[in-house]
C-alpha cells in the first residue's frame, strides 16, 4: 500500500548536534526521516555556542598573545583590531560548518520541516498546519534560556550569548551575570577587546562547578585582563538609566548598583520542552525529559537526547547520546550510554579543560581519593613560552585508579584527552606514568603528575 | 481525526470571564486576569500551528495559578469538574 506523504520512519525534532547527526545516522540506515527545526537549521553549536563562539574566541586569543609578543622581541607596539573583519571571519566559519543550511540533510534524503513541533498524539506532530506521523520519534529540541527572577528584564534590553554575534562593535563597558562556563568566555572575549567587564557569580568563586584550584588561577588571569570579578554576588534587578544601564545587586548583604553601557546574562539554560509532551504521554520535570538508560521516554516508541534530557550541555554529549538513541530506534533497544570519559572544556585562555569527578563530587559523596596538582612551571614548555597561569590535577581512588583530572594549560581541551581515555579504559596512574610522554611539551605535565600519584 | 477550530482570543477571554463569574470573582479583578491571560496564551500560540484544547487548558491554568487558585483549579480540572 503507497505510504502517505506526511507518514515517516522517523520525526526529528531539532536539527541540532543531537537531532542532526540522528537524523543523518538514521537516513543513512535506510530510514525516510522528516527532521523538524523551528530557528536556524544546525541549532546552537553550528549557530551560537559552539562555531561562532569559537571563532571569535580564537581572534582574540591570538590579539593577547601577540600582545605579550615584546618579550620575545616581536614588536607589538601597533597591535590593533578591525571588529568587522573579526565578525567576518565568524561568518566564514559559520558558512564552512554549514550553519543555517538545511543542504546537508536533504542531500541525505531527509525531508526538511520548518516550524515549530508540536505534539497531538503519540504519533503525531504537528507543525505549522501539517500534521506528520511516524512509528518514532526522537525529541532533540535543546535548551532554552534559564528564567533568572531578575526583575526589570522586560523594560531593558539586555543581552544573552548568542546577541554577542550581531555586535557591529565591542560595548565600552559590560556587566556579564554568571561565571560559569560560558559567562567566563564571554567575560575575557569582551576584555580581550578593551571592554571594562564587570562579571557577578553568586557562588564564591569563578567555574564554581571546577575544582577550586580552577577558580583561583582564572581569577588571577582575569585581575591581569582588569577584569572586576565579583564572587558571592546576586544581580537582583536592572533599570534603565538615561542610555546607560543600571545593575542592582547584593554583596554581602548589602545592595550595590553600577551603572554599565551593556548586561549579559550568562545564567544557563534550561530544557525546552514545551511541545505538547502532555498530549503524547510522556513524562518530564525542570530537569528535563525523563528517559531511562536506553533513552526510551515514558512512551517506549519516543526517544530523547540531547540539552533536553537535562544533564551538562555540551555537543559532545549530545552527539554521544544521539549515536545511542539511533541505534535504539534502528535496532531494538539495548545500547546504553556511556558517559565515562566525556570531557568539558572553557575555551579561555589558557583553556580549563576537566573529566571525570572533580574533588568537591568526590567530597560529598564521601569518597576516598588521592590527588596531585603540578603546576605548569614544572615543565620545560612553561619555561620556552613563558607561560606559568595553570596546572594539572589527577584524582584517583585509593587504588590509583585514576577518576578524574582538571587541566588550565595552553591547548587544555587536546591534553585532557588522554585522562578520558584513561578513564573509560579503567587506567590506572601507573599506566600513565609508564608511558613515554614528549618532554618539551604540555603533555609531560600529565606523565609527571601520574607518576606522582603512583 | 477530531475536527478542529480555529482559536478565539475574543472566545477565551469569554470563557474564563464566565469562569470567574460562576466563582463570584469581582468582574474588574475577573476582566484584568482574563486581558493577561489572553495575551500570554496569544503569545505562547502564535508560531504554533496546531494545538489541542488540553493544551490551551494547561497555558491558562499556567498562568491563572499566580493570579486565583481557584480559577486555575478550573482549567486545571477542564472536563473533569461534574
Known amino acids: ?454 | 481525526m477530531k475536527k478542529t477550530k480555529a482559536y478565539s482570543s475574543a472566545a477565551l477571554k469569554q470563557q474564563i470571564l464566565t469562569d470567574a463569574k460562576s466563582l463570584k470573582i469581582a468582574e474588574h479583578w475577573a476582566e484584568t486576569m482574563a486581558d493577561k491571560t489572553v495575551k500570554y496564551v496569544d503569545d505562547w500560540i502564535k508560531d504554533r500551528g496546531t494545538v489541542t484544547e488540553a493544551d490551551i487548558n494547561r497555558v491558562v491554568h499556567n498562568q491563572l495559578k499566580e493570579l486565583n487558585a481557584d480559577l486555575a483549579y478550573i482549567y486545571k480540572n477542564r472536563g473533569k469538574i461534574l
Open chain 1, 1 to 454: 500500500m503507497a505510504r502517505a506523504k506526511n507518514d515517516f520512519d522517523l520525526i526529528v525534532i531539532g536539527s541540532g548536534a543531537a537531532g542532526g547527526a540522528s537524523a543523518l545516522m538514521a537516513a543513512g540506515a535506510g530510514k525516510k526521516v522528516a527532521l523538524i527545526e523551528a530557528h536556524k537549521w544546525g541549532g546552537s553549536s553550528l549557530n551560537y555556542t559552539g562555531v561562532p563562539m569559537d571563532a571569535l574566541f580564537h581572534a582574540t586569543h591570538l590579539l593577547t598573545e601577540a600582545a605579550e609578543g615584546v618579550k620575545f622581541g616581536i614588536s607589538s607596539s601597533n597591535l590593533r583590531y578591525n571588529y568587522p573583519t573579526i565578525n567576518n571571519w565568524k561568518n566564514v566559519a559559520m558558512r564552512r560548518a554549514g550553519a543555517g543550511s538545511k543542504k546537508a540533510f536533504e542531500d541525505a534524503g531527509i525531508t526538511c520541516v520548518k516550524g515549530r513541533a508540536h505534539f497531538l498524539g503519540s504519533y503525531q506532530v504537528g507543525v505549522n498546519d501539517v500534521r506528520l506521523t511516524a512509528r518514532k520519534i526522537l525529541i532533540a529540541t535543546g535548551a532554552q534560556p534559564l528564567d533568572t527572577g531578575i526583575k526589570g528584564l522586560h523594560d531593558v534590553n539586555f543581552m544573552t550569548p548568542d546577541s554577542i554575534l550581531d555586535l557591529i562593535r565591542p560595548p565600552r563597558t559590560i556587566f556579564v551575570v554568571g561565571a560559569g562556563s560560558t559567562g567566563c568566555e564571554v567575560a575575557q572575549y569582551f576584555a580581550e577587546l578593551g571592554t571594562k567587564v564587570l562579571v557577578a557569580e553568586v557562588a564564591g568563586r569563578l567555574l564554581p562547578k571546577e575544582d577550586e584550584e580552577v577558580g583561583q588561577v582564572m581569577d588571577n588571569c582575569f585581575n591581569k585582563l582588569g577584569i572586576k570579578v565579583l564572587t558571592q554576588s546576586r544581580v537582583v534587578a536592572l533599570e534603565k538609566d538615561s542610555v546607560s544601564k543600571k545593575v542592582i545587586f547584593m554583596r554581602g548583604g548589602q545592595e550595590k548598583s553600577v551603572r554599565i553601557d551593556e548586561v549579559i546574562l550568562c545564567t544557563g539554560s534550561t530544557p525546552a520542552t514545551d511541545l505538547g509532551l502532555e498530549n503524547a504521554g510522556i513524562k518530564y520535570g525542570a530537569k528535563g525529559i525523563k528517559v531511562n538508560k536506553n533513552l526510551q521516554t515514558s512512551m517506549k516508541h519516543i526517544f530523547a537526547a540531547g540539552d533536553c534530557i537535562g544533564g551538562d550541555s555540551s555537543t559532545e554529549k549530545a552527539v554521544l547520546e544521539a549515536a545511542v538513541a539511533v541505534s535504539n530506534l534502528v535496532h531494538r533497544p539495548k545500547a546504553v550510554v556511556e558517559y565515562a570519559g566525556l570531557s568539558r572544556i572553557t575555551r579561555t585562555y589558557p583553556e580549563v579543560a576537566s573529566v571525570g569527578a572533580t574533588e568537591d563530587d568526590c567530597i560529598r559523596r564521601d569518597r576516598k581519593i588521592r590527588k596531585v596538582v603540578v603546576p605548569l612551571s614544572t615543565v620545560e614548555a612553561s619555561n620556552t613560552s613563558d607561560f606559568r597561569d595553570g596546572f594539572v590535577k589527577i584524582i584517583t581512588d585509593r587504588n590509583r585508579k585514576i577518576i578524574g583530572a582538571s587541566i588550565v594549560a595552553p591547548r587544555a581541551g587536546i591534553l585532557i584527552q588522554e585522562i578520558a581515555m584513561a578513564i573509560r579504559l579503567g587506567l590506572y596512574a601507573s599506566d600513565i606514568a609508564d608511558t613515554p610522554h614528549i618532554a618539551s611539551d604540555w603533555g609531560e605535565l600529565i606523565r609527571i603528575a601520574a607518576r606522582r600519584l603512583s
